[in-house]
């Protein structure tokens, strides 16, 4: 792909990376393999592909801790993990993405005001929450005793059962 040297050359921005100038190019190019679809499939489909190729050529920029949302595509995460290392993670819902988040800020608004609640039945589930903006976010706790060791992408369905979304 001729518009992926565009990623080796990214740096850090408050911009997601499908909004840079430098991957318009790279976009265009991965749109056009998906015509046969309809406009707003075309910008998911092409949303994971650029994902991919940032986890492949670029896990530096998910690496860093940032905010709630997306460093690819800019949409905002209810859902992420605790890995084996204690580290935050939020996956995105649009481009699936997994990008690193601080443990005690608000992903929405940095308040250190954050507090979480484990599930009663299922004690590697922590939801959190927010008492100055309100938001509430759901984790994974892979490190928990209790976790069962669930594919990630599962993790969406037990959003939906928080969120009744
Ligand atoms: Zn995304
Ligand atoms: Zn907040």
Known sequence: MRGS??????RYDDVPIAESVAVKELLE?????????????VRRKTL?????????????MLEVPRDGFCPVCGS?????????????????????????VHRVKCPYCSSEETWFKRDLFAPWIRVYGCDKCGHNWI????????????????????LKRYMGA
Not at 5 to 10: E, H, P
Not at 76 to 84: A, I
Not at 88 to 96: S, V
Request: with cysteine; net charge negative.
């Open 48 to 60: 994971q592909v650029l994902a991919k190729l940032v986890k492949e050529r670029r896990p530096d």
């Open 5 to 10: 040297d565009a990623l080796s050359k990214l």
């Open 139 to 158: 984790v994974v706790d892979e490190k928990e005793e209790s976790y069962p060791g669930i594919p990630r992408e599962a993790y969406w369905l037990i």
């Open 76 to 100: 905002p995460s209810p859902l992420g993990y605790l890995d084996s290392n204690g580290a935050l993670w939020l996956m995105c819902p649009m481009c699936g993405a997994t990008w690193r």
């Open 29 to 41: 190019e991965v749109a056009s393999k998906f015509s046969e679809l309809d406009e707003s499939l």
